[in-house]
């Protein structure tokens, strides 16, 4: 029998997992300029989507993103501090 990657329970521990990250309070964030901003969305390889507004941000202004540096592309700049 062949498996269908979306199945109906497949769907619901989607759903159950989406809902479980939108109410944990240890949600992923960024630092622009000092102050901390939420990540909302999934990360992608190349895309991340956060909540800036009401904010002064500006383009080119540096990101730091707390994750293991074993997950990123070498290709990325790292500082470590």
Known sequence: M???MFRFVDKL???SHSLKNFLNKNRLK???EGKEYNI????GM????IDITNSNIKIGDIVYLDINPLHVDERI????I
């Open 2 to 4: 062949k498996q269908d």
């Open 13 to 15: 521990r989607n759903l």
């Open 30 to 32: 960024v630092t622009i």
């Open 40 to 43: 909302i969305g999934k990360v």
């Open 46 to 49: 190349y895309h991340v989507a």
């Open 77 to 80: 700049r790292r500082e470590y």
